[in-house]
Nanobody, 125 residues
């Protein structure tokens, strides 16, 4: 699976961004999807995950109530809607794919099979 993330940018605190991750090369609906983020000198951090059909979802506590993950299997795309952004949300955001059974979500980065290239999100105070 090839993954292409987009939608990052510079936004003021309290603002919103929507990230997209377009997949190609394999059957998108065979994969649970996830979003992670990373800042320099730190390990990649789990943000959100969604199961193959979209019925199971999980979020990191730091983004619950502010971020929403969704997917459109007809468009081979997973989204991350980010609202009420904070400066501490500044990071490079990565999407990832994991081949798993239906209704399975994946929160551990090492369990993902494929990764996108990352998109920078910068939140100014």
């Amino acid at each position: 699976v090839q993954l292409q993330a987009s939608g990052g940018g510079l936004v003021q605190a309290g603002g919103s961004l929507r990230l997209s991750c377009a997949a190609s090369g394999r059957t998108f609906s065979d994969y649970a999807m996830g979003w992670f983020r990373q800042t320099p000198g730190r390990e990649r951090e789990f943000v959100a995950t969604i199961s193959r059909g979209g019925r199971s979802i999980d979020y990191a506590d730091t983004v619950k109530g502010r971020f929403t993950i969704s997917r459109d299997n007809a468009k081979n795309t997973v989204y991350l809607q980010m609202n009420s952004l904070k400066p501490e949300d500044t990071a490079v955001y990565f999407c990832a794919a994991a081949r798993r059974p239906m209704r399975t979500v994946v929160v551990v980065s090492t369990q993902y099979d494929y990764w996108g290239q990352g998109t920078q999100v910068t939140v100014s105070s």
